[in-house]
């Protein structure tokens, strides 16, 4: 059974940081790409970062250029992202998601809530 468990969110003052982490069992990370994703209420669902499954590659929104940055660690099964000055509109749950590109089969987790405010 595969799961991916993220975790980090909470609230944070305008200008803070937060680290968010995402666990996986039952796949190995390894073979999949994998991004962040975030929700903000009333709004779509956007791919706010990307890292390719060596990691030697990555991709931001450009909402989100220069302040945040995901990470990977394969041997730990973990994908993180690094968010600095924040901004209120970066409000929203934020999904981890793995694809595996081979069988084009993916997963999410269940969502972490980031709320910036004052």
């Known amino acids: 059974q595969v799961q991916l468990v993220e975790s980090g969110g909470g609230l944070v003052q305008p200008g803070g940081s937060l680290r968010l982490s995402c666990a996986a069992s039952?796949?190995?990370?390894?073979?999949?790409?994998l991004r962040w994703y975030r929700q903000a209420p009333g709004k779509e669902r956007e791919l706010v970062a990307h890292?390719?499954?060596?990691?030697?590659?990555?991709s931001y929104a450009d909402s989100v250029k220069g302040r945040f940055t995901i990470s990977r660690d394969n041997d730990k099964n973990m994908v993180y992202l690094q968010m600095n000055t924040l901004k209120p509109e970066d409000t929203a749950v934020y999904y981890c998601?793995?694809?595996?590109?081979?069988?084009?089969?993916?997963?999410w987790g269940q969502g972490t809530q980031v709320t910036v405010s004052s």
């Open positions: 998601n793995a694809l595996r590109p081979i069988g084009n089969i993916d997963y």
């Open positions: 039952g796949v190995t990370f390894s073979r999949y790409v």
């Open positions: 890292i390719s499954i060596t990691g030697g590659s990555t």
